[in-house]
């Protein structure tokens, strides 16, 4: 088990931003922007403008795990991690989300399909990014303090989560700040779903789906990085 980390400079800021695929993400991020202003103009049509709004909730778990990586450096602990831990698990599942926009993908008058398809796999493999990084950073924590099991018993609860947070936005239209302004519907719903499973099309296949999806690209995602990293020293 490693020891706890410590961050004594602003500079080691700057290397956990580098470390957590920051930069990346961003440049990402600004040409998938880029071309949704492209195609508005060239098309005259806001056809694709709900991408950025669902990219901006697939940023928001990543920075809630940027802040978070920050704060373990400087020696918090679960009394700061924990609420900002379960807001980012709420928030979780708007990065993989975006895979399911695809079902928005069709031929459309003026802009050929090829340029929609390059479009939104830009966005799509963005999220899945972002996600990826925001899971790194919790699954490096508990690594540290409780050992790789249970790290990696975190990644596969989490995807499951997440898979069964992906059914309830895309198929029961749910948001995440409905947790927050609509607590009661929500939980009655999930209670539901816990009581009849086989009732909902859709909930068993989508949880199922991306709960082995997002641990699969994780063991990938681990591997590459590893092998990118390995002559650097940790940050």
């Known amino acids: 088990m490693t020891a706890p980390l410590t961050m ?7 290397s956990v931003l580098r470390r957590h695929g920051l930069w990346p993400a961003a440049l990402s991020s600004a040409v ?15 056809s694709y403008a709900f991408l950025v709004w669902n990219l901006i909730l697939a940023w928001a778990p990543y920075v809630i795990a940027l802040a978070a ?16 831990a379960m807001a980012w698990l709420a928030l979780f599942p708007n990065a993989p989300y975006l895979l399911t926009d695809f079902i928005h ?3 459309r008058p003026v802009v050929p ?22 899971l ?10 409780w050992g790789r099991r249970t790290a990696w018993g975190f990644v596969g609860v989490t995807s499951v989560l997440c898979g069964y947070g992906i059914y309830l936005g895309r198929v029961e239209r749910w948001n995440s700040w409905h947790v927050l302004t609509h607590p009661s ?25 991306f709960g082995l999806l997002v641990p699969l690209s994780y063991v990938a995602y681990e591997a590459l990085v590893a092998r990118i990293r390995r002559p650097r020293t940790a940050s």
């Open 105 to 107: 993908v069709h031929q």
């Open 136 to 145: 790194e950073v919790w699954k490096q924590w508990l690594e540290e303090r």
């Open 185 to 209: 519907t929500l939980f009655t719903s999930i209670g539901a779903h816990l009581r009849e499973p086989l009732a909902f099309p859709y909930l068993t296949s989508l949880t199922v789906f």
């Open 113 to 134: 399909i090829w340029f929609d398809v390059a479009l939104m796999t830009l966005f799509v493999a963005t999220g899945w990014l972002l996600g990826l990084l925001s």
């Open 32 to 46: 998938g922007v880029g071309m949704v202003a492209y195609r508005l103009d060239w098309s005259q049509s806001a």
């Open 69 to 84: 990586r920050v704060l373990m450096l400087r020696g918090h602990g679960l009394r700061v991690l924990a609420p900002m």
């Open 8 to 14: 004594p400079s602003h500079m080691s800021f700057l």
